[in-house]
């Protein structure tokens, strides 16, 4: 019964600011990692951002290091993804994600994941 709900997305020009927000029902987030994903048309879903179980470590790979933060609100229980310098490419579909391995690691791939929310759209301007 855990299911995820993401919020946030939008229109925005390139260089702005948006923050993206997964709330978790069901179940607790805190012991499980969580990550965000994204799908472009006509493109594979990625990974753009994972959030270990302890809530400390993260991974992002090189299209959004040092643009993109994942973190999270544990009395909320909900997750975020800040997103800084957005450009064109950043436009997606973008996804919550988390699985049922309990103390796991930081997982890259979509099949390392069965919760899955509904997505909200980004689209970034030129």
């Known amino acids: 019964q855990v299911r995820l709900l993401e919020s946030g997305g939008e229109l925005v020009q390139a260089g702005d600011s948006l923050r993206l927000s997964c709330a978790v029902s069901?179940?607790?987030?805190?012991?499980?990692?969580t990550a965000w994903f994204r799908q472009a048309p006509g493109k594979e879903r990625e990974f753009v951002a994972g959030?270990?179980?302890?809530?400390?470590?993260?991974y992002y790979p090189d299209s959004v290091k040092g643009r993109f933060t994942i973190s999270r609100d544990n009395a909320e229980n909900t997750v975020y993804l800040q997103m800084n310098s957005l450009k064109p490419e950043d436009t997606a579909i973008y996804y919550c994600?988390?699985?049922?391995?309990?103390?796991?690691?930081?997982?890259?791939?979509?099949?390392?994941?069965?919760?899955w929310g509904q997505g909200t759209q980004v689209t970034v301007s030129s």
């Open positions: 069901g179940r607790t987030l805190t012991y499980y990692t």
């Open positions: 959030l270990s179980w302890t809530g400390r470590s993260t």
């Open positions: 994600a988390t699985n049922d391995v309990r103390h796991g690691t930081i997982q890259l791939g979509i099949f390392d994941y069965n919760h």
